[in-house]
């Protein structure tokens, strides 16, 4: 089992910036690959952003690109996700999640976060 808990969530003005980080314990968090999904109301879970077990490789929804990074450190089994130049429709409740391997979809991924937050005022 692994367990993940979010942080850093919030409320935020347009253009402002927020650092999510999802804390992992349990099994050996360099064995898994993460990512980040979110889901606004009215609409299906999205992925966000996903790194590979070693962080050398990361990719992103073209929603986000070049607005969001994500990056993990395995030393503290923690990943991040830092949001800058936040829109209104980056409003969602934010999750992370673990799986055996990438992958843009939800379903491989077996250990999922409770969700946090985040709200985009314009």
């Known amino acids: 089992q692994v367990q993940l808990v979010e942080s850093g969530g919030g409320l935020v003005q347009a253009g402002g910036s927020l650092r999510l980080s999802c804390a992992a314990s349990?099994?050996?968090?360099?064995?898994?690959?993460m990512g980040w999904f979110r889901q606004a109301p009215g609409k299906e879970r999205e992925f966000v952003a996903g790194v590979k077990r070693s962080g050398g490789s990361t990719y992103y929804a073209d929603s986000v690109k070049g607005r969001f990074t994500i990056s993990r450190d395995n030393a503290k089994n923690t990943v991040y996700l830092q949001m800058n130049s936040l829109k209104p429709e980056d409003t969602a409740v934010y999750s992370c999640?673990?799986?055996?391997?990438?992958?843009?979809?939800?379903?491989?991924?077996?250990?999922w976060g409770q969700g946090i937050q985040v709200t985009v005022s314009s």
């Open positions: 999640a673990a799986g055996a391997g990438y992958s843009r979809n939800y379903g491989p991924y077996a250990y």
């Open positions: 349990g099994r050996t968090f360099s064995n898994y690959a």
